[in-house]
Nanobody, 125 residues
Framework: VQLQAFGGGLVQAGGSLRLSCTAS????????MGWYRQALGKQRELVAY???????VYADSVKGRFTISEDNTKKTVYLYMNSLKPEDAAVYYC????????????????????WGQGTQVTVSS
């Protein structure tokens, strides 16, 4: 399973960015997809996720400013980030919780987390 993230970059405070992440590979089940971020010197933290049933969870710090959505047919999740603040600057990591098919049998592996490569978001004040 691979997660490929796009978007990110440099934006002024108050501006907007969109991140996208597409999952590919021997995916059997997607329970949820979402985004985490890690600022320099800080621990990785949840930003938002969306479940396979469409339920969403947001970190308190981004509620009302960020919106997560998905396109199930494309196995893609989007994060629309508005009213960006300098404290939103971080490396954003796409995450998927799901299950993978075996390449050699009908077996499906237990659920686990999969991670994308990370994309940098920089917010200038």
């Amino acid at each position: 399973v691979q997660l490929q993230a796009f978007g990110g970059g440099l934006v002024q405070a108050g501006g907007s960015l969109r991140l996208s992440c597409t999952a590919s590979g021997r995916i059997a089940v997607i329970n949820r997809m979402g985004w985490y971020r890690q600022a320099l010197g800080k621990q990785r933290e949840l930003v938002a996720y969306i479940t396979s049933t469409g339920s969403t969870v947001y970190a308190d710090s981004v509620k009302g400013r960020f919106t997560i959505s998905e396109d199930n047919t494309k196995k893609t999740v989007y994060l629309y980030m508005n009213s960006l603040k300098p404290e939103d600057a971080a490396v954003y990591y796409c995450n998927m919780e799901g299950r993978q098919h075996s390449a050699y049998s009908d077996m499906v592996f237990p659920k686990r987390d999969y991670w994308g490569q990370g994309t940098q978001v920089t917010v200038s004040s």
